[in-house]
């Protein structure tokens, strides 16, 4: 079962795990505005009416702060919400940081992953070190199969 959590959202306030009472596929990707990132959201956004027509919630999550998603969500035109973990500390629970090396340097940042709750907020799927291509899809057929 996934740890309760809060963090603003881009809506505006708060969201808060343990509100909400349906299922939700929560996303996490390194950062706003880079290209994996930006195509990742644009693809969950482009579904996201499919999985709000199966009863799902879709949500993103990334370290960048509240002021830039909300940016990087207008810019997009991202229908679905993202949250800001600029502490780590949802990203620390679900254990997507990893030690990385970009540009041969060393450096912390998050392994996109994907997880899938039901209602009840247990983790029913995962999906480690995801590939962005067709990976939204991926998620939307998996929850179809259900």
Same mark, same amino acid.
């Not at 502490?87 to 340097?105: A, I, L, Q, S």
């Not at 940042?109 to 999906?127: A, P, V």
């Given at each position: 079962?996934?740890?309760?959590?809060?963090?603003?959202?881009?809506?505006?306030? !708060?969201?808060?795990?343990?509100?909400?009472? &349906?299922?939700?596929?929560?996303?996490?990707?390194? *950062? =706003?505005? /880079?290209?994996?990132?930006?195509?990742? $959201?644009?693809?969950?956004?482009?579904?996201?009416? !499919?999985?709000?027509?199966?009863?799902?919630?879709?949500?993103?999550?990334?370290? =960048?702060?509240? /002021? /830039?998603?909300? $940016?990087?969500? &207008? &810019?997009?035109?991202?229908?679905?919400?993202?949250?800001?973990?600029?502490?780590?500390?949802?990203?620390?629970?679900?254990?997507?940081? *990893?030690?990385?090396?970009?540009?041969? +340097?060393?450096?912390?940042?998050?392994?996109?992953?994907?997880?899938?709750?039901?209602?009840? +907020? $247990?983790?029913? +799927?995962?999906?480690?070190?995801?590939?962005?291509?067709?990976?939204?899809? !991926?998620?939307?057929?998996?929850? +179809?199969?259900?």
């Amino acid at each position: 079962m996934a740890i309760d959590f809060t963090l603003p959202i881009t809506s505006g306030g !708060e969201f808060t795990l343990s509100a909400l009472d &349906k299922p939700l596929v929560l996303f996490f990707y390194p *950062r =706003d505005n /880079t290209p994996g990132c930006t195509v990742e $959201n644009q693809d969950f956004s482009a579904l996201y009416p !499919e999985f709000v027509a199966l009863g799902y919630e879709v949500l993103g999550i990334s370290r =960048d702060k509240h /002021t /830039t998603h909300c $940016n990087f969500q &207008k &810019k997009h035109g991202l229908q679905q919400q993202l949250l800001a973990d600029p502490d780590e500390t949802v990203c620390n629970m679900f254990n997507v940081m *990893r030690d990385k090396t970009m540009y041969g +340097k060393p450096v912390r940042g998050i392994e996109r992953s994907t997880f899938i709750l039901d209602k009840d +907020k $247990n983790i029913i +799927k995962e999906w480690r070190k995801v590939s962005v291509p067709n990976h939204a899809a !991926e998620v939307l057929d998996f929850i +179809k199969a259900l």
